[in-house]
């Protein structure tokens, strides 16, 4: 699966008709979690049943029914989702919270499957026909989704964010392959001080950017306090900081995946420290500093550019990664603050390029099992801003 995404262009009352229909979903899958909630135990409460709900729906609610009717079968496959993970994690028996669906409060988007829109045969334009009143959009960006048959596209979701409303298509595509250009094998280190370092000397510098952009928006976060509740200025003090935020966000996942693209399409095997993020997030300073390199981001990228460049990514344990010489093999101990690795057998390295090679040895070693998590499940919906979007929800 594909996703093109496309900003659109309309009047405000149209805006206002997407905003309609966003609600709508919302509407209906909370409705539906409600419906499963409230069904009594002998009654299974399944997919086919939540579908059958959207239609009662319809018959009862006027803006329901002005809502296209798979568009509303949509919204509560949504709702099934959130039902069937919760049941995953329960057989599963997940430690901790099993995630129980709960009511949402803030969607943002609308999904059309086949039906209820229709594109312009030349021009760069959308309708959406059903009764809720969007119409023709004009559709901005530098995509060709005419390019591809219609019968292929087989969901359109409108997406609102703080800079405007935007259309995706999914469309049913195998993503090609690239041709890789080399075949070099590589361990990257994640520091504090670098983005990462590798394990041919190479320190990856920490983007700077990001750092300025905090500062901005610290200063239009406290804007938005300095305003009094319920008033106008304050709205628009807060449209500010979420303007800012996303630009960030989008700043932080372009260098992301520039970066994880050009590692994949040059090496064959990428080997990375598998880090427990939500782990290291507790100690308050580190998190800061995990989120500015934009790690996660960062690793999902990898994985997928691996199954485009068919490239093996591997995450190993990080254990001893950094203590040991990755010349004899020796536990050199050395705190934090100890920037040189320095072993008795005559091996004289940085700290972190020192750990990118045990990185990458402990990778070539790997028995199998290891094997990156990189399969390409999930990966084909990562294009661009929905990425994006799944990591900052
Ligand atoms: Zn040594």
Redesign the pocket.
């Given at each position: 699966m594909l996703v093109l995404e496309y900003k659109v262009k309309g009047k405000q009352q149209q805006y206002r008709a997407i905003d309609e229909a966003i609600r709508t979903t919302q509407f209906i899958r909370n409705k539906a979690i409600r419906h499963w909630m409230d069904a009594p135990k002998e009654q299974k409460v399944d997919k086919i049943a939540l579908n059958n709900y959207s239609t009662a729906l319809r018959k009862e609610f006027g803006f329901v029914k002005n809502l296209n009717s798979m568009a509303c079968q949509a919204a509560t496959e949504r709702a099934w989702l959130s039902i069937a993970r919760f049941y995953d994690n329960c057989k599963a028996k997940k430690p901790g919270k099993k995630g129980f669906p709960r009511f949402q409060k803030d969607n943002r988007s609308v999904e059309y499957k086949t039906s209820g829109w229709s594109l312009h045969p030349t021009k760069r334009r959308i309708a959406f026909t059903d009764k809720k009143g969007i119409g023709e959009l004009k559709l901005l960006g530098k995509w060709d989704i005419h390019t591809y048959p219609v019968k292929l596209i087989k969901r359109v979701r409108l997406v609102r964010r703080a800079d405007g409303y935007y259309c995706q298509f999914a469309v049913d595509v195998e993503v090609k392959t690239e041709r890789r250009i080399g075949n070099d094998e590589i361990g990257l280190d994640v520091g504090l001080e670098y983005f990462y370092s590798d394990s041919n000397g190479h320190h990856q510098e920490n983007p700077r950017f990001l750092r300025k952009a905090e500062k901005a928006i610290k200063h239009a976060q406290r804007q938005i306090y300095k305003k009094e509740k319920g008033k106008n200025q304050r709205r628009k003090a807060r449209h500010r900081y979420a303007r800012k935020h996303l630009r960030v966000n989008r700043q932080r996942n372009e260098h992301a995946k520039r970066i994880a693209r050009n590692l994949c399409k040059s090496n064959d095997l990428v080997a990375y420290e598998n880090l427990n993020v939500k782990g290291m997030v507790k100690n308050h300073c580190l998190a800061k500093c995990i989120n500015d390199v934009a790690w996660t981001l960062f690793r999902r990228w990898l994985e997928y550019f691996a199954v485009k460049f068919n490239t093996t990514v591997v995450a190993v344990n990080p254990r001893m990664t950094s203590q040991k010489?990755s010349?004899?093999g020796?536990i050199?101990k050395k705190s934090l603050s100890t920037r040189t690795h320095r072993?008795?057998?005559g091996?004289e390295l940085q700290r972190d390029v020192n750990a990118a090679i045990n990185i990458l040895n402990l990778a070539r070693a790997r028995d199998g099992q290891s094997r990156s998590n990189a399969t390409g499940v999930g990966t084909a919906t990562l294009i661009g801003e929905t990425l994006l979007e799944q990591v900052a929800t």
């Open positions: 010489c010349d004899c020796t050199v072993c008795s057998c091996c």
